[in-house]
């Protein structure tokens, strides 16, 4: 048997459920109304419900009998200010000239004023789902573009790069993981530089969490890569490229020596150049 909808405090045209009886009208809960008039009078609640117009009850018997028409001008409904009585009439209903909180001008029927349907002008109500939907407001940033496809390329066995992240084991930390996972990122990493990008360091096979991770520019990316050689020497690690450029020696020269197996003093030794003697 389904529940019963509650419809206390709820407003049905000029009527507004305040109290709820142990009556029951064709197996419907009996609610006390009260209407705008100041009549308070029972009313079932299939008729409060009836998603026909000319079935539900909006008004009191008083107020139905008599035709009396609601006037709203000067009262306030959430957002809106009723100004005047509209000449137009809107889905063949009375409305009410109307105006929001932002200053923009509308039309709006009766019920969905006194329902409380139409609380702000259409502007305002798409600019509110917009910011509850995307709490941050920052969907269409380079942050939360990188925290995106870091989610995507751990979690997700269609991507791409799936098999050189998730599939081999490595994760993201729960506190940037589920519904705040993005404030979180954003409160421990801050926005993201111009050029940079996300990089997993000291521990380039770590997972994703604050203690490992840090924005990088493109060429300290491509050092911290797994392909990249470390090489050791005089109590110092550096890449094959940090070598090349700290001692002046191709790049080249040094991966085919140490290719090769040779020792560390003859990869970094210099080789003079040959000089050709004129005939």
Known sequence: ??????????????LLCVEKTEERN???????????CGVTEKVPGY????????????NCKVCAKNKIAINLSGKTFS??????????????????NCRCTCGVLEVVKTADLLSGSRKRCRQCARLLKIKVSTKHQMCYTKTYRSWSEMLSRCTCETNASYPRYGGRGIS????????EGFINF???????????TLDRHPDNNGDYEPENCRWATPKEQALNRRSSVLITFQNK??????????????????????KKGWGVDDIFKKTKKRQRHSA
């Open 47 to 58: 008729l409060l419900t009836s998603k026909s117009r000319n079935r539900q009850k909006t």
């Open 79 to 96: 957002s809106f200010e009723v100004l005047n009585k509209s000449e137009k009439r809107v889905s063949g209903l009375i409305a009410w």
């Open 186 to 196: 954003f409160a421990d990493m801050g926005e993201r530089p111009e050029g940079m």
């Open 172 to 179: 993201i930390c729960d506190r940037w993981l589920g519904r």
């Open 26 to 36: 064709t197996g419907s809960i009996v609610w006390v109304c009260q209407c705008d």
């Open 237 to 258: 690690t550096q890449t094959v490229s940090q070598w090349s450029e700290e001692l002046g020696i191709h790049s080249e020269t040094i991966r085919f020596r140490h």
């Open 1 to 14: 048997m389904p529940q019963a909808i509650n419809l206390l405090n709820r407003r049905f045209g000029s």
